[in-house]
């Protein structure tokens, strides 16, 4: 049973860099027609798609935070990324990590992390 | 992009049935056969219920089915049971590799 899990700070401070890890266990990340991605939900607030990525590398944003993001993906380790800059308070919520099917749909989801921006 | 509209909040007693409704644009919903819907449970990551639209995953009760109707999107549950208490969410291809989310909605057994 393929299971991911999000690593990483639980608090960044205003004006800097969240960055966290999603490691994938029981399937490899370089699997064909899979792309891996990062969502996100505010405190008491609707999910956020922020971004997938694929194995070779190919990324798509969501054009509301395209400026502020980066994802990368690290095969050898069967884990990807995401670097999100210049955090405000906004950007307080719990990110999950997912696979997207070849149905369009998210499957397989990491528990999720909850990221705190807070001086 | 905007997210997709929902009802904040949607209840009912046991037995009956609900529907949640997810309006979106001609740019999401209304072009692509791509509507999903997830389940959330209080401080838990959100599970399939429904794919395509309308399709169910193994393991999903049938008393849960989903439509469209032109940028509408709806996910109704018949003979709502206690433990279908908890939060739902429609998400939508957007096009250009893109998707989009909707606000949520908490249903509420009485």
């Known amino acids: 049973q393929l299971q991911l899990q999000e690593s990483g700070p639980g608090r960044v401070k205003p004006s800097e860099t969240l960055s966290l890890t999603c490691t994938v266990s029981?399937?490899?990340?370089?699997?064909?027609?899979?792309?891996w991605g990062w969502i996100r939900q505010p405190p008491g607030k609707g999910l956020e798609w922020i971004g997938n990525i694929y194995y070779s590398g190919t990324t798509y944003y969501n054009p509301s935070l395209k400026s502020r993001v980066t994802m990368s993906v690290d095969t050898s380790k069967n884990q990807f990324s995401l670097n999100l800059r210049s955090v405000t308070a906004a950007d307080t919520a719990v990110y999950y990590c997912?696979?997207?099917?070849?149905?369009?749909?998210?499957?397989?989801w990491g528990q999720g992390t909850l990221v705190t921006v807070s001086s | 992009q905007s997210a997709l509209t929902q009802p904040a909040s949607v209840s009912g007693s046991p037995g009956q049935s609900i529907t949640i409704s997810c309006t979106g644009t001609s740019s999401d919903v209304g072009s692509y056969n791509f509507v999903s819907w997830y389940q959330q449970h209080p401080g838990k990551a959100p599970k399939l219920m429904i794919y395509?639209?309308?399709k169910r995953p193994l393991g999903v009760s049938n008393r849960l089915s989903g439509s469209k109707s032109g940028n509408t999107a709806s996910l109704t549950i018949s003979g709502l049971q206690a433990e279908d208490e908890a939060d739902y969410h429609c998400?939508?291809?957007?096009?250009?590799?893109?998707?989009?989310f909707g606000g949520g909605t908490r249903v509420t057994v009485l």
């Open positions: 029981g399937g490899s990340i370089s699997s064909n027609y899979f792309y």
């Open positions: 997912a696979r997207l099917g070849s149905d369009y749909d998210w499957v397989f």
């Open positions: 998400c939508s291809y957007a096009g250009s590799n893109t998707w989009v």
């Open positions: 395509e639209g309308s």
